[in-house]
């Protein structure tokens, strides 16, 4: 059950890759830096200036989402229409200058966010009150991105350039400024599963490649550029490694997920819970 | 012609090295229906993408309104009323023929009398007022086409510009689809139609242009044009 609980946060990572994804055709390879300039805009903001942990989450969203716009202009627009390999090279790139920076600042030694809340216990099962407090705040910040994709006239006009740019373009839709809206928004989700995984799990500079990792491992679960499907598979993932840990030690958590994930694309190139595609 | 809404002089553009229009100039004027005929690769397509700005042109003007637009990015000529309804429809294929509608009148023209627009789109197709919840990719061709022109009428175009209305359709919903379009001219919208079929092209229209190997090759009223004996021949097959 915890599984369900550290899985949504998960699937809350992965919809930021995934609606980049899907908007735009873009692998982020900045995602796994964003997930940990989350974690340690947190870990700055409680030890530094006293902030309680869970006021720091809007900090986090709109932060993350000014990087991500300036981002998008920095190192993906130019890039857009051209191969694939020139993003995937530029962005992995502004990675490696995260990381580097990171790690001259902090090394790459353990760092824990200390938040005080009591669990709660039904019948015979415990649950970490960050946990669940987690899980309800990755469930509000998900609904209100589907409210705004699928009830606001902006969000629409993102889900009309995702699935035909140039349509879009030819009804007045800015799309380039609708490509940079995306990648911010899809870096403040990156930036507060980094800060919520961090009020549940110790963390050091280089933790963003295996959650970027596991991101690409709900996304292939869930369909590429779902982000319904994103929460979805990030919950599964968040149930196999709960499973797998009661057989065997939790270095062999990431094996496993990887396993499954080679075997998913094998058996369901286009996700497991993808919805079809017209 | 004090009346040209839409003046294209001396257009070339093309794809990387390879040059297709080589200095086409046509003039749409306001109210009326003029129509662009010419053979596959003639550059009819081509034509409409440098005028609306997806492919920029290489060198020539356009005019709109009276304003040189040559340069402006899609987006924005579309907020100025100059709207195309694209080759192959390039419908929002996974929203609603609502939400096709609503992007169709997401720049602030269109969301100005919204409703009252809705309701004269709907009238005109009423076949989309009964599906208005469902995907418009699960729709026939015929209703692809509808809703293509739909969502061009919402932006509420000073001239509406199609490409290919009849591309890959039946002959029913062709003949719909030409007498829609018939009504939309008698309530003075101004069109200008890209069209293979030359026969229904030239029934409709009040002035033709023909293009060959992204050139003019003629122009003039269709009866006019119909009486040539190399028209006939090319294009009318007879």
Do not use: C
């Not at chain 1, 899985?7 to 964003?34: P, R």
């Not at chain 1, 800015?174 to 980094?194: C, D, E, H, K, W």
């Amino acid at each position: 059950m915890d599984g369900v609980l550290i899985g949504s946060v998960y699937g809350l990572a992965a919809m930021g890759l995934t609606l980049i994804w899907g908007v735009m055709n873009v692998v982020n390879l900045t995602h796994g830096a964003a997930i940990v300039a989350g974690m340690f805009a947190l870990y700055l903001l409680t030890s530094g200036i006293d902030m309680p942990p869970y006021a720091a989450l809007p900090l986090i969203l709109v932060g993350g989402f000014l990087i991500g716009v300036a981002l998008y202009w920095i190192a993906v627009h130019r890039m857009i229409g051209r191969p694939p390999l020139m993003i995937l090279l530029s962005t992995f790139s502004v990675n490696l200058v995260v990381i580097g920076l990171g790690t001259a600042v902090w090394g790459t030694g353990l760092f824990n966010v200390a938040v005080a809340l009591p669990g709660v216990t039904w019948r015979r099962y415990t649950f970490s009150g960050t946990h669940i407090l987690a899980a309800v705040l990755t469930a509000i910040i998900a609904g209100s991105l589907y409210l705004f994709l699928y009830h606001t006239r902006l969000g629409k006009a993102v889900r009309a350039v995702a699935n035909n740019r140039e349509a879009a373009e030819l009804v007045g839709i800015p799309t380039t400024r609708v490509l940079s809206l995306s990648f911010g928004l899809g870096v403040a989700l990156a930036g507060a599963a980094g800060m919520l995984i961090a009020t549940m799990f110790p963390f050091t500079v280089l933790s963003g490649d295996a959650y970027q990792l596991k991101s690409f491992v709900v996304t292939a679960l869930g369909g590429l550029g779902n982000p319904a499907g994103a929460l979805v598979g990030g919950v599964a993932l968040g149930l196999v490694e709960g499973f797998a840990a009661q057989f065997m030690p939790v270095s062999w958590t990431l094996v496993i997920e990887f396993v499954l994930f080679v075997v998913v694309l094998i058996i369901f190139p286009r996700g497991v819970f993808a919805f079809k595609r017209s | 012609m004090s009346d040209a809404l839409l003046e294209v002089e001396g257009l070339t553009a093309g794809y990387g090295e390879v040059q297709v229009l080589w200095g086409l100039s046509l003039t749409a004027l306001r109210g009326r229906l003029t129509t662009l005929v010419g053979a596959n690769g003639a550059g009819k397509t081509t034509t409409l993408r440098a005028v609306l700005g997806t492919i920029a042109p290489w060198s020539g003007r356009i005019m709109f309104q009276g304003e040189d637009v040559t340069r402006l990015p899609a987006h924005v000529k579309a907020t100025r009323g100059l709207v195309l309804v694209p080759e192959g429809r390039q419908l929002f294929s996974n929203m609603t023929v609502d939400e096709n509608l609503e992007m169709g009148a997401f720049a602030k023209r269109g969301a100005h009398g919204y409703s009252d627009r809705l309701e004269r789109v709907f009238t005109l197709f009423p076949r989309l007022k009964e599906r208005r919840r469902q995907k418009a990719g699960t729709f026939s061709g015929g209703e692809q086409q509808m809703l293509a022109i739909a969502r061009g009428l919402m932006t509420d175009p000073e001239i509406l510009i199609i490409d290919e209305l009849s591309w890959g359709l039946a002959p029913l919903s062709v003949y719909q689809l030409f007498g829609a379009l018939k009504t939309l001219k008698d309530a003075g919208l101004t069109v200008l139609l890209v069209e293979q079929n030359v026969h229904l092209a030239f029934a409709v229209s009040d002035y033709a242009y023909v293009i060959a190997e992204g050139r003019l090759f003629t122009q003039g009223p269709p009866s006019s044009l119909a009486a040539m004996p190399e028209i006939r021949r090319a294009y009318l097959g007879l």
